[in-house]
């Protein structure tokens, strides 16, 4: 039976994490950027990273990234990633 499974990579990361949920993963991710208001890219403009937002984004496209700020740098943000695996 296969599983879906979300990776999140990040220049502050040793090691990619993985997560069996998105709840799991955005809190994660919430804690890990240490903001109170995390950034989603929307067609090249920055809007707040609410969970609803953020696994809407996720489920439709099958990665996200998560900024820290609105600036939408790369140095400052967190990528995810949705893989299947074979459980």
Same mark, same amino acid.
């Given at each position: 039976?296969?599983?879906?499974?979300? #990776?999140?990579?990040?220049?502050? @990361?040793?090691?990619?994490?993985?997560?069996?949920?998105? +709840?799991?993963?955005?809190?994660?991710?919430?804690?890990? %950027?240490? *903001?109170? !208001?995390?950034? @989603?890219?929307?067609?090249? +403009?920055?809007?707040?990273?609410?969970?609803?937002?953020?696994?809407?984004? @996720?489920?439709?496209?099958?990665?996200? *990234?998560?900024?820290?700020?609105?600036? #939408?740098? %790369?140095?400052?943000? #967190? +990528? %995810?990633? !949705? *893989? *299947? #695996?074979?459980?």
């Amino acid at each position: 039976m296969a599983k879906t499974v979300y #990776i999140a990579q990040s220049n502050y @990361l040793d090691v990619p994490k993985v997560f069996g949920n998105v +709840k799991a993963l955005y809190d994660f991710a919430l804690g890990f %950027v240490n *903001t109170e !208001t995390p950034h @989603l890219d929307r067609e090249g +403009k920055p809007y707040p990273a609410t969970y609803s937002r953020f696994n809407t984004q @996720l489920k439709r496209q099958g990665f996200t *990234t998560l900024y820290t700020s609105n600036s #939408i740098s %790369v140095e400052d943000s #967190i +990528k %995810v990633d !949705t *893989t *299947t #695996i074979n459980a």
